[in-house]
């Protein structure tokens, strides 16, 4: 099983930009489709990308995110990115790296068995 741990997060400026990273540790990276999620305070995990198996694997999005994020992976570095551009106060949550080896329904946080601890991002307006 891998452990997951965020790096990244901070404070940037509406418009902005910025690049969470998630290390991963063991063999097995490459196994794992990976995602990210976020909670905003009082609310609820929000799914916000995912990306299957292959450093070139398929791509999915939340809708409040399309456009403006882009997940990718490098298997020979056990990590996968979160590219968040176009930054709005609404993206402010602590976003979570997830792992899964099941084959569908990436965008459910149940789907997932392993997390990482977080990172906070906070967007001023």
């Known amino acids: 099983q891998v452990q997951l741990v965020e790096t990244g997060g901070g404070l940037v400026q509406a418009g902005g930009s910025l690049r969470l990273s998630c290390a991963a540790s063991?063999?097995?990276?490459?196994?794992?489709?990976m995602g990210w999620f976020r909670q905003a305070p009082g609310k609820e995990r929000e799914f916000v990308a995912a990306?299957?198996?292959?450093?070139?694997?398929?791509?999915y999005y939340g809708d409040s995110v399309k456009g403006r994020f882009t997940i990718s992976r490098d298997n020979l570095q056990n990590t996968v990115y979160l590219q968040m551009s176009t930054l709005k106060p609404e993206d402010t949550a602590v976003y979570y790296c997830?792992?899964?080896?099941?084959?569908?329904?990436?965008?459910?946080?149940?789907?997932?068995?392993?997390w990482g601890q977080g990172t906070q991002v906070t967007v001023s307006s």
């Open positions: 997830a792992a899964t080896r099941l084959t569908s329904n990436w965008g459910l946080a149940r789907s997932y068995d392993t």
């Open positions: 990306i299957s198996w292959r450093s070139s694997g398929s791509t």
């Open positions: 063991g063999r097995t990276f490459s196994s794992y489709v």
